[in-house]
């Protein structure tokens, strides 16, 4: 049973060697493709493997980070209901 696994995912890096794009945002929300960032990826996996809990932390720039995950889960930071 997955209800009892918490998943914490560390989203916190400047990302020094991807200056240009992190100038302004952590690296997790760097953008990949037109509607994603590089958060996406640790989340997806997360919620295709039956993971409903997911707590992102995050450090460095972290506005657009924050904005994205609550706009792109519809959700409030820190929560998430699976549906469906």
Known sequence: ?????LSIILGGGAGTRL?????TR????VPLGANYRL???PVSNCINS?????YC????????????????YNSNI?????QG
Do not use: C, E
């Open 1 to 5: 049973r997955m209800d009892n696994v």
């Open 19 to 23: 200056y240009p794009l992190t100038k």
């Open 26 to 29: 952590a690296k997790p929300a």
């Open 39 to 41: 958060i996406d990826i």
């Open 50 to 54: 039956d993971i409903n809990k997911v």
């Open 57 to 72: 932390l995050t450090q460095f720039n972290s506005a657009s980070l924050n904005r994205h995950l609550s706009q792109a």
């Open 78 to 82: 820190g929560t998430y209901t699976r």
